[in-house]
């Protein structure tokens, strides 16, 4: 696929120690930090109401990931709290990179194609 960045092998491996959380509630997607620690998520809304969460893509590259949480527009992801799982996959494209990735019970598992 051209254009498409390749994610180095070493990235991908599903170490026990590297899981996902949610790290803070925001009211609105301009508070969240410039910041986040690492591994960390936050979501605009309540537990109750979610409209959006937002993380650093575990690429490492860089950039952020928002995905929509409310179900009254489309897409929409489901998240569920503990541990962080989100569905269905997410892929993002961003500068001609694709990262494509599900995560699940606070793991990342990279989708091949």
């Not at 996902?20 to 910041?35: G, H, Q, S, T, Y």
């Not at 605009?44 to 109401?49: C, D, N, S």
Request: glycine share 8%.
């Amino acid at each position: 696929m051209a254009g498409v960045g390749v994610i180095p092998w070493w990235r991908k491996i599903p170490l026990p120690w590297r899981r996902w959380r949610m790290v803070l509630f925001v009211e609105a997607a301009d508070e969240i930090p410039d910041r986040l620690p690492h591994r960390g998520a936050v979501v605009v809304g309540t537990m109750q109401r979610p409209k959006w969460i937002a993380f650093d893509c575990p690429c490492g590259t860089g950039h952020r990931v928002m995905v929509n949480l409310d179900q009254g527009r489309r897409p929409f992801w489901v998240l569920r709290e503990i541990p962080l799982t989100l569905t269905p996959s997410i892929d993002d494209r961003v500068d001609g990179r694709r990262c494509h990735f599900m995560m699940t019970r606070g793991r990342v598992r990279w989708a091949y194609s």
